[in-house]
């Protein structure tokens, strides 16, 4: 056995370990989400302003239609109140007539509304479209600061697989299948150095006579922890 390759496989593993964990955490990752965040929030935006556009020129289009029936009615109305003799029937076309009108003007109050509606649609949306621009290129400046950053990590982490690969096929299978054992079974950490009195993997001091037992173990044997079991190397 050979403890010190055991320590070196830990070492890469753990180095492999920090760059998993790391690597959705890079701020190249953090600001390409933001970026990409703030490009569809906008286009979000736009979506929303022209619903409103639509919705508002649909109101128009519909109240329009409305009023020239309405128009086309009074008139209907209005001639034929022309041939009426009957006071009560005229009464009667009169007060139509009345109602017609009333109702147009409703109508001409809602085109107001919905044209004024439209105008602030056509207004957030050239405002938003004059902003897309900026944040598109910024997106794209943070794609390519991303896509550098991944080319980086993933540059690290082939050195490390390669200089892995070494220390195994130096290991043996044998060796290497006991380090895989002592790796899961301490949640990817069971190779430790003494350092001093101290083991790194449990973070405990051992006592004299435990210091003194894992000494005494010669030196191409592996040593256990005696407080957390992990190969300990010296």
Do not use: W
Request: net charge negative; aromatic share 2%.
């Amino acid at each position: 056995m050979n403890p010190s390759a055991f320590l070196a496989l830990q070492d890469l593993d753990t180095a492999l370990d920090v760059i998993t964990h790391q690597r959705p955490r890079l701020p190249e990752v953090i600001a390409h989400q933001q970026a990409a965040a703030a490009v569809a929030e906008l286009a979000a935006g736009l979506a929303e302003a022209q619903q409103r556009i639509d919705a508002a020129q649909a109101a128009i289009e519909a109240s329009e239609h409305a009023a020239g029936e309405l128009t086309k009615k009074r008139s209907r109305l209005e001639a034929q109140l022309k041939t009426v003799i009957a006071p009560r029937e005229a009464e009667a076309l009169m007060h139509e007539i009345d109602t017609i009108n009333a109702h147009r003007s409703d109508l001409d109050d809602q085109e107001l509304a919905a044209l004024d509606e439209q105008a602030q649609g056509e207004a957030a949306a050239a405002a938003l479209t004059a902003e897309l621009p900026a944040r598109e290129a910024s997106l794209t400046a943070a794609q390519a600061q991303l896509a550098a950053a991944h080319a980086t990590v993933d540059a690290e982490v082939a050195s490390l697989r390669e200089q892995r690969e070494a220390v195994v096929a130096g290991l043996g299978a044998e060796s290497t299948a006991l380090y895989e054992r002592v790796r899961k079974q301490f949640g990817g950490v069971g190779v430790a150095r003494l350092e001093g009195s101290h083991c790194s993997g449990c973070h405990m001091d051992l006592s004299p006579r435990e210091l003194d037992l894992v000494k005494a173990v010669p030196a191409d044997t592996l040593a256990e922890c005696p407080q957390c079991g992990r190969i300990i190397v010296r």
